[in-house]
């Protein structure tokens, strides 16, 4: 009878194991195409490989529902993570439930101008700035105004000492730099769009870069504006547009994993394990995790860690900096 009844309890246990195993983990991805949808196909395929179900949903203003638990994990970049965390830059009301897991990879950008305006630097801006064109608001992509803004700040300027021409989104603005209808726009280091706009500019030299200071103050001046920006130097590189005719120091900031505090512990914990030990698998799902640094993975940001995955870094001795 007793051993009846422990066979009836250990099948019940395995019963309740299968289907916590068995749980779907939904995770927002943005728009098809987008960044956010890139990046969350290829954490779900990764994890899904590794024992974890998880169900991308291509949502857009997701934050909400991570705030509100209705989404397991999103993504954001750092600066927006620490916005929507205290209400503040492009985020109107604080999300003090949502919670970072990590940083997937590091996302570097900056301004760009036709290479003929021989704009190498952004101290080239100051006393040309009122005959210049910015693309400005970005109505459908309200961050990229703080990447803008930041970048002029090591100098001491704004999008105010321009002219200001208003576009909807990121990849609008490099179109109308390409057209010829704005001066200096916003554009991804390897951009597809960059690279199309830089071909319309040919007969101008194509697009270069406007390189930002470097050093404390600059990063400083930087960070005021766009939280968890960093500066970084890149040489001068024939095969990188922007790059060909001189080296430039573009912003990076960090793309980053988030989850909402009341998701399980183990689950983020399992999760994070996932990602870190499986970079070659997550890079040949989208490229942008072969520049990832998984032994940097915990950045500082204003945004707290989650539990689950600090408790993952500090067993493989991945600094957390909080």
């Not at 991570?66 to 205290?86: H, I, R, T």
């Not at 400005?136 to 992509?141: G, L, R, T, V, W």
Request: charged letters at 15%; one cysteine or more; hydrophobic letters at 45%.
């Amino acid at each position: 009878m007793n051993t009846r009844i422990f066979a009836l309890a250990g099948a019940f246990a395995v019963g309740l194991g299968a289907a916590a195993s068995a749980q779907v983990v939904s995770m927002a991805t943005g728009a098809q195409g987008s960044l956010a949808y890139n990046s969350g196909q290829a954490v779900a395929v990764v994890a899904n490989d590794n024992g974890i179900t998880v169900r991308t949903q291509p949502l857009v203003g997701y934050m909400p529902l991570l705030q509100s638990g209705e989404v397991d994990f999103g993504y954001a970049n750092g600066a927006e993570a620490a916005f929507a965390y205290g209400g503040s830059g492009n985020f109107d009301r604080a999300h003090p439930g949502i919670r970072l897991v990590g940083e997937m990879f590091k996302l570097t950008t900056g301004i760009m101008a036709p290479c003929d305006l021989g704009l190498k630097s952004v101290a080239d801006l100051t006393g040309r700035a009122g005959e210049l064109r910015i693309a400005s608001e970005y109505i459908s992509s309200t961050i990229i105004p703080y990447y803008i803004e930041g970048s002029l700040a090591t100098v001491g300027l704004s999008s105010d000492d321009f002219q200001q021409v208003p576009v909807s989104s990121f990849v609008d603005g490099i179109n109308a730099l390409g057209d010829g209808l704005v001066d200096i726009a916003l554009v991804s280091l390897n951009a597809g769009a960059g690279q199309e706009a830089a071909v319309k500019l040919k007969d101008r030299g194509g697009l270069c870069y406007i390189s930002v200071p470097t050093g404390d103050a600059a990063t400083a001046a930087l960070q005021e504006v766009l939280p968890s920006g960093k500066i970084v130097s890149l040489g001068q590189n024939d095969g990188v547009n922007g790059l060909q005719t001189w080296e430039a120091a573009l912003v990076s900031v960090p793309w980053m994993l988030l989850t909402n505090e009341s998701v399980d512990d183990d689950l983020v914990y399992t999760l994070t394990k996932v990602i870190h030990q499986n970079k070659d698998a997550l890079g040949n799902a989208f490229g942008g995790f072969k520049r990832a640094d998984f032994d940097a993975m915990a950045p500082a940001n204003a945004t707290p860690y989650h539990p689950g995955a600090v408790r993952y870094f500090e067993e493989v001795g991945v600094p957390v900096n909080q």
